[in-house]
Each structure stands twice: as C-alpha cells, then as structure tokens.
C-alpha cells in the first residue's frame, strides 16, 4: 500500500531552522501535487505550502519569505526548508500528497502520520 513517510521534525531556538522531508512509497503512477499542513495546540489545522505538477508553489501568509518547498519527483519526495523559525511555528506538520496509485488506479490524497516541530522562545 502506499504511504508517506515524515521526518526532520524536532526541537529547535526561535530563529533556527530545520528541514522536514517525506516519502512517498509504494506503486505510483503519478503525483499531482504534494505539500504540508500543520495543528499548533488549540488551533485548527492549516495549509502551509504545496507544490503542484507544473512546478508551481503556495504558501500560508505566515511562513512566505521563510519557508521554501522542493520536490524531487525521481525519489516520490517533498521537502520543506523552514528558516527563522518561530515559537508560533510549533505544530504537528503533516505531510500530504494527491497521487494516481496502484493501490486506487485513480487521483488520491494520502496522508502521512505527522512530525512534531517545537520551537522555543
């Protein structure tokens, strides 16, 4: 079955960076788009970037200018770069793709389990 695979997520001081990554494993046909979502405690969840199969990327407001997404469609993987990190960035991020599979033969989304990401003040 296909599933995605997160990881980079971790304790950093506000105005550092961390990466995330995910994978996308199993049999794939193709990737429409992939991208990130992130849940702060209290909050709802939200978009935070993505980028689509022509190349084109769109961030949440919050993180423009700060945030950098990439993919890499030979390995079925999508990278977030997250500079200047702030205490408002701490949240569970997950990762999300939109994929014609084996599995399905048709446009999915899937979901990976989420990476926790805590800034500190």
């Known amino acids: 079955q296909v599933q995605l695979v997160e990881s980079g997520g971790g304790l950093v001081q506000a105005g550092g960076s961390l990466r995330l990554s995910c994978a996308a494993s199993?049999?794939?046909?193709?990737?429409?788009?992939m991208g990130w979502y992130r849940q702060a405690p209290g909050k709802q969840r939200e978009l935070v970037a993505v980028?689509?199969?022509?190349?084109?990327?769109n961030y949440a407001d919050s993180v423009k200018g700060r945030f950098t997404i990439s993919r890499d469609n030979a390995k079925n993987t999508v990278t977030l770069q997250m500079n200047s990190l702030k205490p408002e960035d701490t949240a569970v991020y997950y990762c999300?793709?939109?994929?014609?599979?084996?599995?399905?033969?048709?446009?999915?989304?899937?979901w990976g389990q989420g990476t926790q990401v805590t800034v500190s003040s």
């Open positions: 999300q793709a939109n994929l014609v599979t084996a599995q399905t033969m048709r446009l999915t989304d899937y």
């Open positions: 199993g049999v794939i046909f193709g990737i429409k788009a």
């Open positions: 980028i689509i199969g022509d190349g084109r990327t």
